[in-house]
């Protein structure tokens, strides 16, 4: 491993005076295997597909009922997610809590698990926090106009060959490209 790969790795830096290198990743054709069973899983047993956004709008949809039930239940949005106003009535908020615990065994295992911020060598703590917030705030928003995050739209649609789902993968890599020639300082 080359020695600024290894400084990248949380968990890799020195600690005491000791260099400890982070365990491998793990197969990804394996990973995505594991990951095929669990959408076929998920299609069996609730008769969905995987996606994110439907667990956040819940969460949603309870806080503000916190506030105004009135206005969730006469939202045509918050509605759909209302389910009376207990949010652990939707099995998504349970997908979100088990790929937490998942990411979290994952990187223990590795030795992955550590509070570090991830960023190239010309852009502060305080830009690279700005821009993943800026990046996640995009993302969100995109997922809620597109009625589901890219988990939905990636692996439920396109394991059923939805168009609208290819069209939307297509267009994440070729803007992923196109933005990655502007965006390239901030990681080298």
């Not at 990743?25 to 956004?53: E, K, S």
């Not at 956040?56 to 806080?63: N, V």
């Not at 506030?67 to 389910?83: C, L, P």
Request: with cysteine; aromatic share 12%; hydrophobic share 50%.
């Amino acid at each position: 491993m080359s020695e600024a790969l290894t400084q990248a790795l949380p968990g890799s830096g020195s600690r005491g005076g000791t260099r400890t290198a982070a365990r491998p990743y793990w197969n990804p054709y394996v990973v995505g295997f594991l990951l095929g069973l669990v959408l076929l899983a998920t299609y069996v047993i609730t008769g969905r597909g995987l996606g994110a956004t439907g667990a956040f709008s819940s969460i949603a949809a309870w806080l503000s009922g916190l506030f105004s039930t009135d206005h969730v239940t006469a939202n045509a949005v918050h509605s759909r997610y209302w389910n009376d106003g207990a949010p652990l009535l939707s099995w998504t908020i349970f997908l979100l809590i088990g790929a937490f615990i998942g990411a979290l065994v994952s990187g223990s295992q590795a030795g992955r698990v550590g509070l570090t911020i991830e960023r190239g060598p010309r852009i502060t703590d305080n830009q690279r926090l700005l821009l993943a917030f800026g990046g996640g705030f995009l993302a969100a928003f995109g997922a809620k106009i597109a009625k589901g995050c890219t988990s939905g739209q990636a692996l439920t649609g396109g394991s059923i060959l939805n168009v609208g789902s290819l069209v939307f993968m297509v267009s994440v890599f070729l803007a992923a490209y196109a933005l990655a020639y502007f965006v390239r300082k901030e990681w080298i």
